[in-house]
T-cell receptor
Framework: SQQGEEDPQALSIQEGENATMNCSYK?????LQWYRQNSGRGLVHLIL?????REKHSGRLRVTLDTSKKSSSLLITASRAADTASYFC?????????????FGQGTILTVHP | KAGVTQTPRYLIKTRGQQVTLSCSPI?????VSWYQQTPGQGLQFLFE???????NKGNFPGRFSGRQFSNSRSEMNVSTLELGDSALYLC?????????????FGPGTRLLVL
């Protein structure tokens, strides 16, 4: 079963604009991760934020985590056509949930040149 | 380091057959997780292996099984294939010493059941 909801389901923007995707989840987590997937290929890890962190940056990516609201957001600044992909949030509940990530449904991002 | 590799990349089978998929993790990674991705259900966790032991299992029928070898390579097997088993099967590896670590995914095996 899916842990969370992602919003929006699809996002279409122009190159140079910022893209924001949101993710909500239902249960307590150890960390939350964001992944990118191009055209049904493997997932590429973008960033991991732990439950005791509120914000994290990596290049053009900014992730926030609000554990009180059970939500996270991914901001991609100055988008490029190459950022066109599906983006997934995934939660790790920790404890005995060995190796299990629970994924949201994903946001399809299209960046127009 | 080489990334996670999966073989074969594409597979076509017919209902009732069985299939075995293989995953080689990143060198030094001891945990391998398997996921199924379908348009309807999204990405769903199948199982995880660490040091040849299955530590966690998702909500899939017993037709789905796996194993891990001493070199951390893993295989998953699906017996008595059904049309609904058509999916992209992804494996991921991580060092997974204490948990809460990044998983690194392979390119996937796309299975089509006719």
């Amino acid at each position: 079963s899916q842990q969370g909801e992602e919003d929006p389901q699809a996002l279409s923007i122009q190159e140079g604009e910022n893209a924001t995707m949101n993710c909500s989840y239902k249960t307590s987590i150890n960390n939350l991760q964001w992944y990118r997937q191009n055209s049904g290929r493997g997932l590429v890890h973008l960033i991991l934020i732990r439950s005791n962190e509120r914000e994290k940056h990596s290049g053009r990516l900014r992730v926030t985590l609000d554990t009180s609201k059970k939500s996270s957001s991914l901001l991609i600044t100055a988008s490029r056509a190459a950022d066109t992909a599906s983006y997934f949030c995934a939660t790790d509940a920790g404890g005995t949930s060995y190796g299990k990530l629970t994924f949201g449904q994903g946001t399809i991002l299209t960046v127009h040149p | 380091k080489a990334g996670v590799t999966q073989t074969p990349r594409y597979l076509i089978k017919t209902r009732g057959q069985q299939v075995t998929l293989s995953c080689s993790p990143i060198s030094g990674h001891r945990s391998v997780s398997w996921y199924q991705q379908t348009p309807g259900q999204g990405l769903q966790f199948l199982f995880e292996y660490f040091s040849e032991t299955q530590r966690n299992k998702g909500n899939f029928p017993g037709r789905f099984s796996g194993r891990q070898f001493s070199n951390s390579r893993s295989e998953m097997n699906v017996s008595t294939l059904e049309l609904g088993d058509s999916a992209l099967y992804l494996c991921a590896s991580s060092p997974r010493t204490s948990g809460g670590e990044t998983q690194y995914f392979g390119p996937g095996t796309r299975l089509l059941v006719l």
